[in-house]
């Protein structure tokens, strides 16, 4: 009896998450965030040449393989930061455009892939899966950076300006991210 439980409990919850995971249908939400003054110094790790870290970009993880990183030695370019989970459906209908069109950007337009919701070994085999690697990715497990930017569901796009002002938060397709990075590159 116990076990059947517990296997309704495991099932509610799998069904519960799938069914969050974002679609096509999604409206999209823009979010208006202060800008820094810029008086405040960027945190450590950002290059002494870099613009001012606005206050969006003032925060820290760490990638999957470990290495510190800040998001202060991204100011003064347009940046787009990519939520997704390793078992969302349409995380993963999204990666392969992502892997294939973030790299040509990646000095104009940085993408940083924000991983959470899921345990390290099947977001690292998710990277693996989809060929990610060359696409920078914070483990936020702990959902500090999902919080901060207050993401509720995945997939979701956050696209911040080279001011520092997220101008777009929500799901993009392949072809509309695709757009979206030429235009901010431009």
């Known amino acids: 009896m116990r076990t059947r439980a517990v296997t309704a409990v495991v099932l509610a919850v799998a ?28 945190p450590a790790g950002a290059s002494a040449s870099a ?11 760490r990638t999957l393989d470990g290495t510190p990183f800040s998001a202060a030695g991204l100011a ?20 392969w ?3 294939e069109v973030a790299p040509a ?3 104009t337009v940085p993408v940083i892939g924000v991983a959470g919701l899921g345990e390290r070994q099947a977001i690292r085999d ?3 899966e989809f060929e990610l690697s060359r696409v920078p990715t914070l483990d936020d497990r702990e959902g500090a950076i999902w919080r901060r930017f207050e993401v509720v569901e995945q997939s ?24 979206r990075l030429a235009q901010l590159a431009g």
């Open 15 to 42: 069904l519960l998450g799938t069914a969050s995971c974002a679609d096509g249908g999604a409206s999209p939400r823009p979010v208006g965030v202060t800008q820094s003054t810029g008086a405040e110094p960027a």
């Open 51 to 61: 613009a001012p870290a606005p206050e969006t970009l003032r925060f820290t993880g």
């Open 76 to 95: 003064g370019r347009p940046v787009v930061l990519w939520f997704w989970a390793p078992w969302c459906a349409t995380c993963a209908s999204q990666a």
């Open 97 to 99: 455009t992502v892997a």
């Open 105 to 107: 950007y990646r000095d």
């Open 126 to 128: 998710f990277v693996t």
């Open 156 to 179: 979701t796009f956050v696209l911040i300006d080279r001011n520092g002002r997220v101008i777009y938060q929500g799901f993009l397709d392949g072809e509309a991210f695709t757009r």
